[in-house]
């Protein structure tokens, strides 16, 4: 079981890298207002709903504790994050204020997984 929750972990730490390094490559753009959500943000949002619900799925199972308070903030800014990329992903380009939320809200979500123990 411990092999198969660090593969999750390995996974959601994949889609980390799609989400945050798709703001990340794009800071520059974002500062001239010419930004867009990638295909590979939103994908790494849903990789990181796929993998989180199955790590907490997985730990349970394995009679590990899990913080419930943690997880359902991490998920609410999950939802508010995916919300934002979904519905924006068509658009060629989006506002300075709405793509820095989602940079802002992914690290936000980073500190409070590796500080909230
Ligand atoms: C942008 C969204 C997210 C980010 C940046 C993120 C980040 C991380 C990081 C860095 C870790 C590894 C560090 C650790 O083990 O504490 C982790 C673990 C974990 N994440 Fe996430 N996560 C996100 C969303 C979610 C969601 C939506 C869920 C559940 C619905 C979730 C559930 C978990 C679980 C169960 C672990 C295993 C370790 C633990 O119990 O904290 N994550 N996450």
Redesign the pocket.
Known sequence: MDVLINVF?AL??IG?GA?LGGFLSQMKAMGAGTARFSPGMLHG?LT??VT??A??GL?QADDQT??NI??GV??A??VV?LGLVYVKRDEETVEKPLFGAVGG??VA??FI??LWT
């Open positions: 972990v959601h730490i980390i989400l949002a990181m709903l989180g619900v790590l907490v730990n899990v913080n943690k997880i991490k998920l800014i999950l994050i809200l992914t979500n980073i997984a590796t």
